[in-house]
């Protein structure tokens, strides 16, 4: 007994200076090793299971699989040591001891050294996502973050998973000192299988900059992904992902033909419409709820040459503005090509009209004839003729400021784009945060689009198939004395959005989660039947419930309120066809 406390109390004091001293490597000499405190399995024991499990496919994953088993074998005595005595120590502990683990299994793959880590800590879009953690572990392949998974389990740690870093809630892909962050930038393949015309496959760790690139200059075709280049993939799909064109071909989810993923228990499973068909269907809209997804696998498309252009209108303009977004919207849906957004901010209003010239076909003159006769203040972008890739880049550097989103769905209305506008001014002059901006973004999304989506798969978000618009807004701010004002801006705003519509009676309860904020809850706001399949797959696949009470935040389900009617019946489906 005395020589376990002696063990214990060498750990925490290592513990404690490492995880103090910001900048010194993690480094730790277990001097006494210990049995595990259960009969549960030792973490090297599980940790051989898991790569016994996997199921390597190709020559350099199976000398993967090799190299890592020798590895556990050769570290099995400091393995089971570091993690029988994080037993008795706290959960900030634990992360430091998920840490000390991880760079012993992968060396270097454990960040916690300056210049790297604060780069890790501020790789986030908004400063509100600048949290630090006990580590950042960098996995670089599926074994990798399988095994990760398996300590994080095993420890029972605190942690969360960062793809592009573009998602503005705090705490989601951000987890601070208490947890571990797993960054998933290095597991970035490209690649296109079965021929020219084939499907995609990419890690998670790339971004829609790249992924176009790649798509354009090599077989000059796309994929259904985001509208700024700096977006990271994962969040993006597993969210939904509106796209340039919605009406083509339906949203990002609804085109990932397979999910490679790591689920709670550490197995490797393909999610797709013949394997695991449940997950496949969740995982498309069900965000981070169910498994880390570790290759995706996306239609591709003949898309490479656009018409672009950006003009910027005055606000004295907003009528005829407004007004003519709707006629495009209308436009939109007889014409999938047309790709269009509204983007209101203070100093005036910002559109893109976007068109893709499928077969190098020019733009349609009459796409956006609805904005002729309104003078721009402003071209921001010329009408030109670019690739996806040109116009995905097209942004500006980002700027480091802090960020909330807030989203509102409503179907089409003149007198509600009044009247949204209209508060937005009002609200604008009765700011009490001075260093924040409000904008916000109509979005088109058509009944053209869901149906679209429907034609290549579908996805779990059970969105209305009617015209409507995702109004997706934004505060951003500089300075941190305006945290509570810009907040509280922002919600008033939305809330106020959401009354107009009802008053209007457009208002759509859908929440589009990628433009959601934290204090929004759009699973709920997806269908009865498929909450209750994404009930009873987090049931299936994650019994312990770990993405719901070891990940930091994020949609999940554990947010839930609504145990839906419905479960019941599907549950007898879903057990009925697990077993057969
Ligand atoms: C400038 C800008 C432009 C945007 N444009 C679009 C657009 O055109 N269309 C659109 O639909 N959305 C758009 N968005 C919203 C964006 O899609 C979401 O914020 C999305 O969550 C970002 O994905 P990410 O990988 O960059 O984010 P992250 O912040 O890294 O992750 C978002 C969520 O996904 C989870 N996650 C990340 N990787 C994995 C993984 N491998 N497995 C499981 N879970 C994972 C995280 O834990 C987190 O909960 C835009 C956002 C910004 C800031």
Redesign the pocket.
């Known amino acids: 007994m005395l020589k376990h406390i002696f063990v214990a109390a060498t750990l925490w004091l290592s513990l404690a200076t490492a995880s103090g001293e910001r900048g010194s490597p993690l480094s730790l000499s277990v001097e006494e090793t210990r049995p595990p405190l259960s009969n549960q399995a030792s973490l090297s024991e599980e940790l051989q299971l898991v790569v016994s499990s996997f199921i390597a496919t190709e020559p350099e994953e199976k000398a993967l699989a090799h190299q890592f088993q020798n590895r556990i074998s050769n570290l099995s005595v400091t393995l089971d040591a570091l993690s029988s005595a994080s037993n008795v120590t706290g959960s900030p502990q634990k992360a430091v001891v998920a840490c000390i683990i991880s760079s012993y299994l992968f060396p270097g793959a454990a960040i916690t050294q300056e210049p790297e880590y604060t780069q890790e800590r501020e790789a986030?879009?908004s400063q509100t996502c600048w949290l630090p953690a006990a580590c950042f572990i960098r996995p670089k392949n599926t074994l990798e973050v399988a095994a990760t998974m398996k300590v994080i389990t095993h420890l029972g740690v605190r942690f969360?998973?960062?793809?592009?870093?573009?998602?503005?809630n705090s705490g989601?892909?951000s987890v601070g000192d208490n947890g571990v962050l797993i960054d998933?930038q290095d597991l970035n393949r490209l690649e296109v299988q079965g021929g020219a015309d084939g499907n995609l496959i990419t890690g998670?760790g790339n971004r829609w900059s790249r992924v176009y690139e790649y798509l354009s200059t090599n077989y000059g075709r796309a994929v259904v992904g985001?509208?700024?280049g700096?977006?990271?993939?994962?969040?993006?799909l597993?969210?939904?992902?509106?796209f340039f064109f919605p009406n083509m071909h339906g949203l990002?989810a609804d085109n990932v033909v397979n999910f490679k993923c790591v689920l709670a228990n550490s197995t490797v499973v393909n999610a797709n419409q013949t394997s695991h068909t449940e997950l496949f269907k969740s995982l498309k809209g069900g965000?981070?709820n169910f498994?880390?997804?570790?290759e995706f696998t996306l239609r591709t498309y003949p898309i490479r040459d656009v018409w672009y252009a950006i003009d910027f209108y005055a606000n004295a303009d907003y009528k005829a503005v407004l007004n003519a977004t709707i006629q495009t919207q209308l436009a939109m849906e007889k014409d999938p090509r047309i790709g269009f957004h509204a983007n209101v901010q203070p100093g005036g209003i910002l559109v893109g009209k976007v068109y893709a010239s499928v077969d190098g076909q020019a733009v349609n003159p009459s796409s956006f004839a609805a904005f002729d006769g309104i003078k721009p203040m402003t071209v921001l972008v010329p009408p030109t003729n670019g690739t996806l890739a040109d116009i995905a880049s097209s942004?500006g550097p980002i700027v480091a400021v802090r960020r909330e989103p807030h989203v509102v769905s409503y179907e089409l209305s003149l007198d509600l784009y009044t009247d949204v506008y209209e508060r937005y001014r009002s609200i604008l002059n009765s700011s009490s945060a001075p260093s924040a901006n409000l904008s916000y973004t109509i979005q088109p999304m058509g009944s053209a689009a869901v149906a679209a989506g429907k034609m290549q798969g579908g996805n779990i978000m059970g969105i209305p198939q009617v015209p409507q618009s995702w109004h997706a807004s934004l505060v951003e701010w500089s300075s941190l004395d305006d945290d509570q004002a810009a907040h509280d801006m922002l919600q008033t705003y939305g809330a106020d959005v959401k009354s107009l519509a009802e008053a209007r009676n457009v208002y759509l309860p859908y929440q589009f989660m990628?433009?959601a904020s934290y204090t929004q809850n759009p699973l709920e706001t997806y269908t009865a039947e498929n909450l209750a399949i994404m009930q009873d797959v987090s049931s299936a696949y994650d019994p312990a419930g770990i993405f719901q009470r070891l990940q930091n935040g994020?949609f999940l389900l554990r947010n839930v309120r609504r145990r839906t009617p419905a479960r019941s019946v599907h549950h007898k489906r879903f057990l009925h066809h697990k077993r057969h």
Not at 160 to 168: C, D, I, L, P, T
Not at 238 to 242: K, S
């Open positions: 986030h879009w969360a998973v960062r793809g592009g870093g573009h998602n503005a989601f892909a998933m998670p985001g509208r700024t700096e977006v990271g993939v994962p969040g993006f597993l969210g939904g992902g509106m990002g965000a981070a498994a880390i997804v570790t942004l990628n433009d994020g």
